[in-house]
């Protein structure tokens, strides 16, 4: 039943172990193992490990950080407002405008079972996050008369679930040609001694690339090519999770059109110097972010003189890629970087017991979409106001929790 190639392939990369148990599988479940496997990409996945294993931590005195100039959409004049508008509409009603949501994740720290985008924060109307978001480009598509291609970013664990949550809800009254749903690619995880985790018997233990694998699965998936045929100029890319998000927003595209930049990005003043939120920058000249990790406390707390921080833009995923800056990025030979987080997963051991650690077992590889942004020389910040653009749901209780997105979204749109 296992195909001589897969052998093969296995023992090249010492991964044998992967089919240890197919002898007690039955004929479906050791087909899609096989599957699974032989998707894997066993080139790239050794030269992660490789570099995770032998990982130092590259010195802060390698790089020479600065502040990255931005402007504060409440500064901006009349004048201006008015030219941003007018650039922005232009774009859409010319059919150059699209957005990408990622919507990956499940809710399970909602305690939801199903994707997150279908997951109700408890509005009077039961609107889902999906909806929200979907309302407010149908509205746009309606007021600028031209309907905003919008493409939707699922995962191996949900595109299904997602997909039929559409239908069933009759893509909201979207038309269901003008929305793609895609795939994000999946890494396997890798355990500290170099083998690939199983944590089923029939299962490689794989996650998703991260919110940087954007670019490349709109590449496998075609989703860039139809891009180009449908003359897209400017792409926003945001997640599922902000209910205030402004997928289609004239003055950001217009700010984006107007800056001669190639990439925008919306941001937030950081609440406090200790906030987990990465921060635009320039590193060595290149735009950059810098992860609340990576930050050193004297960054963190470094002020201007008014007072304000001098790092104190925020990232929070409301980017705008220029069709260009997306064919540049994807065209790259070797794409974004890859970053390692170190995981404790569960796994079989060779006796076929399920073995849940108690301490970091694994390697987990995602890329960011803020790397891209080192690929360009400038990037044009629109500095916006939390309380009207930014309310996540990330956490069940508290702070970003559905009850403070419900909170934020009805002082902004009524209940």
């Keep these: 039943m296992i195909p001589e190639k897969t052998r093969d392939l296995?023992?090249?990369?010492?991964?044998?172990?992967?089919?240890?148990?197919?002898?007690?599988?039955?004929?479906?479940?050791?087909?899609?193992?096989?599957?699974?496997?032989?998707?894997?990409?066993?080139?790239?996945?050794?030269?992660?490990?490789?570099?995770?294993?032998?990982?130092?931590?590259?010195?802060?005195?390698?790089?020479?950080?600065?502040?990255?100039?931005?402007?504060?959409?409440?500064?901006?004049?009349?004048?201006?407002?008015?030219?941003?508008?007018?650039?922005?509409?232009?774009?859409?009603?010319?059919?150059?405008?699209?957005?990408?949501?990622?919507?990956?994740?499940?809710?399970?720290?909602?305690?939801?079972?199903?994707?997150?985008?279908?997951?109700?924060?408890?509005?009077?109307?039961?609107?889902?996050?999906?909806?929200?978001?979907?309302?407010?480009?149908?509205?746009?598509?309606?007021?600028?008369?031209?309907?905003?291609?919008?493409?939707?970013?699922?995962?191996?664990?949900?595109?299904?679930?997602?997909?039929?949550?559409?239908?069933?809800?009759?893509?909201?009254?979207?038309?269901?040609?003008?929305?793609?749903?895609?795939?994000?690619?999946?890494?396997?995880?890798?355990?500290?001694?170099?083998?690939?985790?199983?944590?089923?018997?029939?299962?490689?233990?794989?996650?998703?690339?991260?919110h940087g694998g954007v670019f490349a699965a709109l590449k496998s998936s075609g989703c860039y090519d139809d891009m180009v045929k449908r003359g897209v100029k400017w792409v926003f890319v945001g997640g599922i999770d902000n209910v205030l998000l402004k997928m289609c927003d004239p003055l950001f595209i217009g700010f984006g059109e107007k800056s001669g930049a190639k990439i925008a990005a919306k941001s937030l003043v950081k609440r406090d110097a200790k906030e987990g939120v990465g921060v635009f920058c320039r590193r060595n000249g290149k735009p950059y972010v810098i992860e609340y990790t990576e930050i050193s406390g004297e960054m963190a707390e470094a002020r201007n003189e008014d007072g304000s921080f001098l790092y104190g833009d925020a990232h929070v995923l409301m980017n705008l890629f220029s069709i260009d800056a997306i064919t540049a990025i994807i065209g790259g030979n070797d794409g974004l970087p890859y970053h390692v987080a170190r995981k404790k997963t569960q796994f079989v051991n060779e006796a076929g017991e399920t073995v849940v650690p108690e301490k970091p077992n694994a390697f987990k590889f995602e890329a960011f979409i803020f790397d891209a942004f080192e690929f360009f020389d400038e990037l044009a910040i629109l500095r916006v106001d939390r309380e009207s653009e930014f309310a996540p749901v990330k956490n069940k209780e508290g702070e970003d929790s559905p009850a403070s997105a419900k909170r934020m979204y009805e002082a902004n749109f009524g209940e």
């Design 10 to 210: 296995l023992k090249k990369f010492g991964q044998e172990h992967l089919l240890r148990f197919c002898d007690e599988l039955d004929e479906k479940a050791v087909a899609e193992l096989i599957g699974q496997v032989d998707g894997i990409d066993f080139d790239k996945v050794r030269g992660l490990y490789l570099e995770a294993a032998g990982e130092t931590k590259a010195s802060s005195g390698e790089y020479v950080y600065e502040p990255l100039p931005f402007k504060d959409k409440s500064s901006l004049s009349k004048s201006e407002i008015e030219e941003y508008e007018k650039a922005g509409a232009d774009v859409i009603q010319s059919g150059g405008f699209a957005a990408v949501t990622m919507a990956g994740g499940q809710g399970t720290r909602l305690g939801h079972n199903g994707p997150k985008g279908t997951y109700d924060i408890g509005l009077k109307s039961h609107a889902s996050l999906f909806e929200i978001q979907c309302a407010r480009l149908r509205a746009a598509s309606q007021k600028f008369g031209k309907v905003i291609p919008w493409y939707i970013m699922t995962s191996r664990e949900n595109d299904k679930d997602t997909r039929e949550f559409f239908k069933t809800h009759g893509y909201f009254g979207y038309p269901e040609k003008d929305i793609t749903f895609f795939v994000q690619n999946m890494l396997p995880m890798v355990a500290f001694d170099g083998r690939i985790v199983l944590d089923r018997k029939d299962h490689v233990k794989e996650g998703a690339d991260g």
